[in-house]
């Protein structure tokens, strides 16, 4: 397929043929990237501020076997993850050592979210509350990889219960996109209206910087979609994240 691909450099090229688009946005800022697109189907390689960069927006099938013949020709060195539109994994396995596949949602927002009751608890946290961030993370989030000292992340949001923080989330803005990541609720707290308190929040605050905000959600968590959904964030692109050896 890379005998047929128009080659792309830099981010102007990437996003003009990928379309402007918030995930495209985010995904090349600050990265030094080439592209390959064949037909709709564009891939992107670099090396960004945090590690390596391989992603692709359009048709699934092309950007997997734009990956394939990218790790063919050993230009994938280095990289761990590839993130492409929603993918069977069987179309990578029989080419690429995979490793672990998430399935997700990125959501976008272009409007204000309602307003909602509690969401005048939310409150802007500061290293004083980073040990309380990481406990609850702990307990209720485990799995997650936005953790305080992670340098994508600007700042962190939270809710106190009888002065125990019960609700966290970061801001992980990036491309002129408002990003909401690491949105947690401690477990005995859940079903009180505090995750969605603390996303109206936050969405609200990162409107007054960002004509969109922005955020990432498991695909087979339809609780959590249904939310999101109500909150405005309507538009969506369904991605696969695919870790490779």
Excluded: K
Excluded at 123 to 151: C, K, N, Q, Y
Excluded at 168 to 186: E, K, M, N, P
Excluded at 206 to 228: F, H, I, K, P, Q
Aim: proline share 5%.
């Amino acid at each position: 397929m890379l005998d047929r691909a128009n080659r792309l450099d830099g981010r102007a090229a990437v996003l003009a043929a990928a379309g402007d688009n918030p995930y495209t946005r985010m995904t090349t800022e600050g990265v030094a990237i080439t592209g390959y697109q064949v037909e709709g189907t564009v891939a992107w390689l670099g090396q960004g501020p945090f590690g390596p960069v391989a992603c692709a927006v359009g048709d699934a099938d092309q950007a997997a076997h734009l990956f394939i013949d990218l790790a063919a020709e050993d230009r994938l060195d280095g990289i761990r993850w590839l993130h492409l539109p929603r993918v069977d994994g069987r179309t990578l396995a029989p080419h690429l050592r995979l490793v672990h596949q998430d399935d997700w949602d990125f959501r976008w927002a272009q409007a204000p979210p309602p307003r909602v009751a509690g969401e005048e608890r939310v409150m802007r946290l500061d290293a004083r509350h980073e040990d309380e961030i990481s406990a609850l993370l702990d307990g209720a989030f485990p799995e997650t990889t936005t953790r305080p000292g992670d340098p994508r992340v600007h700042g962190w949001y939270g809710i106190f219960e009888d002065g125990r923080l019960v609700a966290t989330g970061a801001d992980r803005s990036r491309g002129g996109v408002g990003f909401l990541a690491g949105i947690t609720v401690a477990p005995g707290w859940r079903g009180r209206g505090l995750g969605t308190a603390l996303t109206t929040a936050m969405t609200r605050q990162l409107r007054t910087a960002y004509e969109v905000v922005a955020l990432g959600v498991m695909s087979d968590n339809t609780g959590a979609t249904r939310l999101y959904r109500r909150l405005g964030f309507t538009r969506s692109l369904a991605r696969s994240s695919v870790a490779i050896r």
